[in-house]
């Protein structure tokens, strides 16, 4: 079955650490994308990249880092200089807006908790 | 800019009511909208989107919304609430830049009371 797959489900860390989320996708999207979820606000756009070897910051990207070598997967960093990093972290992807009405597909989260 | 509000960050319900959650949103070019719901510690799925043709959008799980221009709205209702229904929902409107990312309301969490 085609669907995006986030690991890992949790994840712990240490201040100063940095972590890296995984998401690989087999749905043969061009668009990916990752978010931020806390309590109360809705979800956040971290990053999103539209083809191979190319990415742009959302709305809060200080303190994250990302790379597109492959068109299934697009991990994202996590650095120990984000000040405030516990929160669930959303992994989706989509197919061109151009070419559709832009619905995106999600994975199952990661849950970051910094110790 | 493109925004959503959300209207109460919690509803509750009793087994079998109507389920009404509010959803207006803001857009200067026509909106294509979207309804999410998410169970916990799990990701989004799609319950249904508006995309300019039918007002009316059925979507799985026996939901539907309908899409107002005069009023901005895109509630989301259910006839006859289950208790599986228990869950957060997300109401979304597609920008056209940044990618066309979605920009999500703060969702509305919904309780069913046996």
């Known amino acids: 079955d085609g669907g995006i797959t986030q690991s890992p489900k949790y994840l712990f860390r240490k201040e100063g650490q940095n972590v890296t989320l995984s998401c690989e996708q087999n749905?043969?999207?061009?668009?990916m994308y990752w978010y931020r979820q806390d309590p109360g606000q809705g979800l956040r756009l971290i990053y999103y990249?539209?083809?191979?070897?190319?990415?742009q910051k959302g709305d809060i990207a200080e303190g994250y880092s990302v790379s597109r070598e492959k068109k299934e997967s697009f991990p994202l960093t996590v650095t120990s200089a984000q000040k405030n990093p516990t929160a669930f972290y959303l992994c989706?992807?989509?197919?061109?807006?151009?070419?559709?009405?832009?619905?995106?597909?999600f994975g199952e989260g990661s849950r970051l908790t910094v110790l | 800019a493109q925004s959503v509000t959300q209207l109460g960050s919690h509803v509750s319900v009793s087994e079998g009511a109507l389920v009404l959650l509010r959803c207006n949103y803001s857009?200067?070019?026509?909106?294509?909208l979207f309804w999410y719901v998410q169970y916990p510690n799990q990701g989004l799925q799609l319950l249904l989107k508006?995309?300019?043709?039918?007002?009316l959008v059925k979507g799985i799980n026996g939901f539907e919304a309908e899409f107002k221009k005069s009023e901005t709205s895109f509630h989301l209702t259910k006839p006859s609430a289950h208790m599986s229904d228990a869950a957060e929902y997300f109401c979304?409107?597609?920008?056209?830049?940044?990618?066309?990312?979605?920009?999500f309301g703060q969702g509305t969490e919904l309780s069913v009371k046996p």
């Open positions: 979304a409107v597609r920008t056209y830049n940044q990618g066309g990312k979605l920009i």
């Open positions: 989706a992807s989509s197919i061109l807006t151009f070419k559709g009405t832009g619905e995106l597909f």
């Open positions: 990249s539209q083809i191979v070897n190319d990415f």
């Open positions: 508006y995309t300019s043709a039918a007002t």
């Open positions: 857009s200067s070019v026509p909106p294509y």
């Open positions: 749905l043969n999207h061009d668009a």
